[in-house]
Every structure is written in C-alpha cells, then in structure tokens.
C-alpha cells in the first residue's frame, strides 16, 4: 500500500497540475503560467534555432545564385538606358544640325567626330568625311552654335580640322552691331582676338562677332563668339572673343562646301 501511494500521488498530480495552472484564476498562478509558458516558447526558440540555421546553410548558394543574377540583369538595364539616352541626345543633335543647315541654306556635309589629338585637345580634331566624300583642304566647318574651324588636312576617308581658338586659324569678321570689321584668329589662351579695327572702332564687351562678307571660305553672318575685353594698342583696339562653339564638347558638324 506504501509503495503504491507514491505512483498514485503522482499520477494525481501530474493531472490535477495542468487543470490548476490552466483553470485556476488567481495572480500568483496567472504569473506562473505565464512563466512556463515563457519558459516553453523559449525552449522552441533554442531548439528552433539549428534548424533555422541549417535552413539558412541549405538556400543560401540559391539565394546567392538570384542575387547575382538580380545584379547583373540591374547592370544590363542601366547599360541599354544610357546606350538609349546617347542615342536621343545623338539624334537631337544631328535633328538641330539639320534645322541649322536648311534654315542657312548652302550645301554642307555631316561629319561625326572621331578622335582628338591628346596633346591640342582643344586645338584639332579628326572627322570621318574626306576625299571621297568631296571633303578639300580649307573648307569652313561649323555647327549649329556657330564657327568650329576649317579643314587643315585631307585623307581619303577623314580630315582633319583645326578649331577656331587654334593659332593657326583666322577668318576675316565684323561687329554684328556697329559692323566694324576686322581680322579674327585663334590663340594659346584658348580665346580668339580680333585684329587691325580702327583707332576709333565701336567695340564693345558682349558685342557678337560674326563672319564678313570679306571671308574666303566662310559664308557671311555665321556667329564666331562674343567680346569679352577691348584693349586699346597703338595701332586701334584689340578684343578679345570668347568662341561660340564649346569646343571641348564638338561631336558632329557640318562641312560647307
């Protein structure tokens, strides 16, 4: 009877202690259910844990795989939208070229830009029209902002054109304003400066420069840029013209013949 009492208390307990601590409404059991119930959600999480892991060990060469993959299909997009953006800038370029050479009406030749000379860099560039596009040595090249330069060499298949800022160039030109004419070539400062205008030239800073009647090569009335600075010399003015053209930024431009 001893030795049963012991398993018959237990079992008794072991039935009448969830009843209590689930049915029984009083503070100090209410706290001790939620103690074991902490207690128990705590040892899931322990016991949770190593699978979690070994579930994060097992996907990750997959996740990595989407990753990657995410990634580079990213990097394709950006590509083909900046190969799409070059594109319409490109084509409003040559959109504003086109308006520029039918509004001015002479006969012209596009010519894409192809190569610069790192050491002049703002001095001479390399087109891709030449001979046998009917391309000739001192031909005038523009774009629709104004005077880029002319043709200083001719291959069969590109030429080479110096630009309006380079020393060796010179355009005979006129104040659009007060129509004082003179002699305008390029410089080492980067800037152009206009020569030989009388002792009592009209010249002023903002006044733009165009080209002469008296031009060779170039047609009358094509903006070359604006004064910057007069300064006076023995022999009349001298002013200083800042080109029209952003030379450092030339992609296409039109060859006149």
């Known amino acids: 009877m001893f030795k049963k009492f ?6 008794t307990l072991i039935i009448l202690v969830p009843f209590v601590l689930l049915f029984f409404n009083s503070p100090f059991w209410h706290n001790v259910k939620l103690t ?4 128990a959600t705590s040892s899931v999480a322990v016991a949770r844990w190593p699978v ?3 579930e994060k060990l097992l996907s990750y060469h997959q996740t ?3 990753n990657q993959k995410l990634k580079s299909e990213k990097s394709a997009l950006k590509s083909r939208m900046i190969q799409l953006e070059e594109l319409m ?3 409003e370029r040559y959109e504003k070229l086109s308006r520029y050479r039918d509004r001015n009406g002479f006969s012209s030749v596009t ?3 192809v190569a610069r000379d790192p050491a002049n860099w703002n001095s001479s560039l390399m087109i891709d029209k030449g001979k046998a596009d009917g391309i000739r040595l001192g031909m005038p090249v523009v774009n629709a902002d104004g005077v880029v330069g002319k043709v200083a060499e001719v291959a069969q298949n590109v030429s080479k054109v110096i630009l309006v800022n380079d020393p060796g160039f010179s355009v005979a030109a006129v104040n659009r304003r007060s129509r004082v004419s003179g002699l305008l070539s390029g410089s080492l400062s980067g800037k152009c400066r206009m020569f030989y205008l009388p002792e009592n030239a009209d010249i002023k800073e903002k006044d733009e420069i165009v080209t002469a009647s008296l031009s060779a090569a170039f047609p009358e009335g094509i903006l070359v840029g604006e004064v910057t600075q007069v300064f006076p010399t023995g022999s009349g003015p001298r002013a200083e013209v800042r080109p029209a053209v952003e030379v450092s930024k030339i992609e296409e431009v039109l060859v006149i013949k």
């Open 36 to 39: 074991l119930m902490g207690t």
């Open 6 to 11: 012991p398993k018959q208390f237990i079992y």
């Open 52 to 54: 979690k892991e070994l």
């Open 64 to 66: 990595w795989e989407e």
């Open 111 to 113: 010519a894409l830009v």
């Open 89 to 91: 800038r490109g084509n």
